[in-house]
């Protein structure tokens, strides 16, 4: 047998949804940055969902569904208070409302194409209510309802806040959730898709998924970025702890990526986007601090940022707490797993690899007995 570690350049099966090819990312053929620059999240739902751009009018039919379904069932509220949500990580929370909510769902278990469907919209819509209801629970407040006449991002922000955001935090995060909505055949997503590969549900596909991103060598990275800026502190530290942690073999969080060898394509994005916010806020340190950790990776190590490095400033110029990040991770990649559940039951097959057995040769068993 011969065992490909990591998996690394196995193609393990057919997509239409995303490609990475060339260092270039596109979603249904629609480069990212021509998506980053132009559309709407809720436009990139749709297209991941049916492989086409919107018309105006099945855009907002898409739209009504999601502000039609953004409540959370009052059970999911009630459950937050019953465990030591202070000491919660938010991705497990995350992970464990996604199941919960499933138990709320009469259709769970329904495999016809078009329960599925609905099943996507519910909770898409319902993401966003989770996170932040999340939030403002373990701090003493009372959680927001969703409001019907804000959009995805505009919701998401509002939720967290309580206040209505300023249109350009709208814009970065709208923009924000647009590069992470989609990316082939990541952990997370090849996660996804082997569970419900067994004709499991959507909510198992899904609570299995967040599992999965919540590493820190997949979405956990961004927390874990802004954990390293916060350590680094000043400018002139960036310099000694980088080269530290180089000289000690430690990864630099942030850096490096199983596909693109020349850089990640929504880097530049989230780095335009991290220069803006930080002036504004009156903190360029972060943006400073992070081109210089960069310059120093890329020179020692040829490795680029990915898309998890400069997404950590933005959203912490956006007054995100810092454990909110890979949970907003979820929030967008949630319609990649989505669209990849959906492809996988139209064309299923388990997913079920072989290992190569390095264990001892046949034994003998020994009763306790007799055993030394
Ligand atoms: C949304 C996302 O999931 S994007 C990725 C987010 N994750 C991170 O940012 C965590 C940091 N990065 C990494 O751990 C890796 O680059 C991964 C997990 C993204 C890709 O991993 P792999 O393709 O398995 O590469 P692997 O970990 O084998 O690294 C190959 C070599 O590059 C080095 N390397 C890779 N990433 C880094 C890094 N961030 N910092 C320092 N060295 C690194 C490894 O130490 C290894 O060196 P060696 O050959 O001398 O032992
Ligand atoms: O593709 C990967 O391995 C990780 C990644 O960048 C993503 O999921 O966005």
Redo the contacts with the bound molecule.
């Keep these: 047998m011969t065992v490909t570690r990591?998996l690394?350049g196995v193609v393990a099966t057919t997509s239409s949804i995303s490609s990475i090819i060339d260092d270039t990312l596109t979603y249904v053929g629609y480069d990212i940055d021509d998506l980053a620059e132009n559309a709407s999240f809720e436009e990139v739902i749709y297209l991941l969902w049916h492989r086409k751009l919107p018309t105006q009018s099945q855009l907002e039919e898409l739209k009504n569904q999601l502000a039609e379904n953004a409540e959370l069932p009052k059970g999911v509220l009630e459950h937050f208070k019953m465990y030591p949500i202070d000491k919660v990580h938010p991705m497990a929370a995350l992970r464990t409302a996604v199941s919960l909510i499933g138990l709320y769902d009469e259709e769970a278990d329904l495999m016809e194409k078009e329960s599925n469907y609905q099943k996507a919209i519910r909770l898409q819509a319902k993401m966003p209510a989770i996170v932040t209801a999340f939030a403002r629970i373990r701090k003493g407040l009372e959680p927001i309802s969703p409001r019907k006449d804000l959009g995805f991002a505009a919701n998401f922000l509002y939720m967290l806040s309580g206040k209505e955001p300023e249109p350009i935090a709208i814009e970065a995060f709208d923009k924000a959730l647009v590069l992470?909505a989609d990316?082939e055949l990541?952990?997370s997503t090849f996660t996804a898709r082997v569970c419900v590969a067994t004709l499991s549900d959507v909510y198992s596909g899904i609570t299995a998924a967040i599992g999965a991103?919540k590493g820190?060598?997949?979405?956990?990275?961004?927390e874990?970025?802004m954990k390293m800026l916060s350590e680094i502190g000043t400018l002139e530290n960036v310099e000694p702890y980088v080269r530290g942690?180089?000289e000690n073999?430690?990864?630099?969080?942030?850096?490096?990526?199983?596909v693109y060898r020349k850089g990640?394509p929504r880097a530049k994005h989230l780095r335009d986007m991290s220069k803006k916010l930080t002036e504004l806020t009156g903190e360029p340190q972060w943006f400073e601090m992070s081109t210089k950790i960069e310059s120093i990776?890329t020179g020692e190590?040829n490795?680029p940022p990915?898309?998890?490095?400069y997404s950590a400033s933005v959203y912490h110029s956006l007054g995100i707490d810092h454990d909110l990040f890979t949970p907003i991770?979820a929030v967008s990649r949630v319609s990649g797993w989505l669209a990849h559940i959906l492809e996988q039951y139209e064309n299923n097959r388990l997913i079920r690899p072989r290992a190569d057995y390095t264990g001892p040769g046949m034994q003998k068993y020994v009763p306790i007995q007799q055993r030394g």
């Design positions: 990591g690394e992470h990316h990541n952990a991103l820190p060598l997949h979405g956990g990275a961004n874990a970025v942690k180089l073999k430690e990864k630099i969080m942030g850096f490096g990526h199983r990640d990776v190590k490795l990915n898309v998890d490095f991770f």
